[in-house]
């Protein structure tokens, strides 16, 4: 037969690789020929062969007769199960709304840790102004008795020195 295009066409083999798993051979329909794989009714010109040629796929002239689209679709419900990815959703809703109750709860103690701290604060500023308050009315007081001995001791020289006896300071 003589076309009107030259066409060689070369072969070349392609290395297969070996796989562990054994396959089946594909399906063959009864009306495919042996010889082309290409079902015996088809022609170049067939209104078949024209509806393959436009892109659209249809399941229904698939080499094997199987919708593949329909085979993955029931192979991923089959496998899928979305209970529990509820549960693990729930649970992480559960732990969400715990952690932040827990966050919630912190930053009120938090506020009030840092209203005590406020609080004894101003108490410790209003203890420390006690505590120099006293400590100038002892210094007062001091210097006044120191005075009032050195008078006595000037004054009465005998009877200061008689109840210095009687009665020892302790600073000596």
């Given at each position: 037969m ?6 060689s066409y ?10 562990q798993?054994s396959?089946?051979p ?13 079902p015996?009714g ?24 199987v919708d593949?689209?329909?085979?993955m679709q029931?192979r ?7 209970i ?9 809703a ?22 005590r ?30 005075s ?11 009877e ?10 302790p600073?000596?």
């Amino acid at each position: 037969m003589s076309s009107p295009y030259n066409v060689s066409y070369s072969s070349y083999s392609v290395p297969m690789a070996s796989s562990q798993y054994s396959s089946s051979p594909m399906e063959c329909d009864e009306t495919m020929s042996n010889a082309s794989g290409v079902p015996s009714g088809y022609s170049a010109t067939s209104a078949g062969y024209m509806r393959s040629s436009t892109g659209d796929y249809d399941s229904t002239h698939s080499a094997s007769g199987v919708d593949f689209q329909e085979y993955m679709q029931e192979r991923f419900s089959n496998s899928f199960n979305p209970i529990p990815l509820d549960r693990s959703m729930a649970v992480q809703a559960q732990t969400s709304g715990k952690l932040n109750a827990k966050h919630r709860e912190l930053m009120e103690l938090q506020q009030q840790a840092q209203a005590r701290l406020a609080r004894t604060r101003e108490r410790f500023q209003e203890g420390m102004r006690d505590a120099r308050e006293v400590r100038g009315d002892l210094e007062w007081t001091q210097k006044k008795v120191t005075s009032l001995q050195n008078k006595a001791s000037r004054k009465h020289p005998k009877e200061y020195a008689k109840a210095r006896a009687r009665y020892p300071s302790p600073e000596c």
